[in-house]
């Protein structure tokens, strides 16, 4: 018998950042066990150039990304999501759809890259500092034993995912 590959939807506002680096990195590092979507409250339409940029320079293929809304994935026929994880404060606070097969959800909150203002290396600092705090915290959820621990155990992880790594380093 085969393991099951989780469904994982990274949600921030715009989608076009964050959440966009979110599930390249689960879709390299979960690779088998995990598949990642992203998608946004209030897409942006456009995926961030330095987002692209950066996921280039990191040897990704980035033909997957494209800025689009939640509302994609809280329709019939749409993967069941089985976590969903916030990566902005808005989006935390906004009111979700409902989403079929009652996904786990934590808030994994990233400082927003695309919100950085100063010199052009100082904005893409921004964004590689992004990559980091994500990498981190979705290279910890992939190696938990999902399929072993009971709900409740697994949601405290993944709430402390999101508040015990490091935001700045």
Known sequence: MSNPTFNVLFLCTGNSARSILAEAILNRVGAGKFKAYSAGSQ?????HPYALQLLKSLNYDSSFARSKS????????????NFVFTVCDNAA?????IWPGQPMTAHWGIPDPAAAEGTDA???LAFAEAYRMLNNRISTFVSLPVNMVDK?????????IGRNLPKAG
């Open 43 to 47: 897409p942006k339409g456009e995926v």
């Open 70 to 81: 939640w509302e994609e994935f809280a329709v019939p026929g749409a993967p069941e999501m």
């Open 93 to 97: 606070n906004e009111s979700c759809p």
């Open 122 to 124: 100082e904005k893409h």
């Open 152 to 160: 409740l155990a697994l949601q405290k992880r993944l709430d402390e």
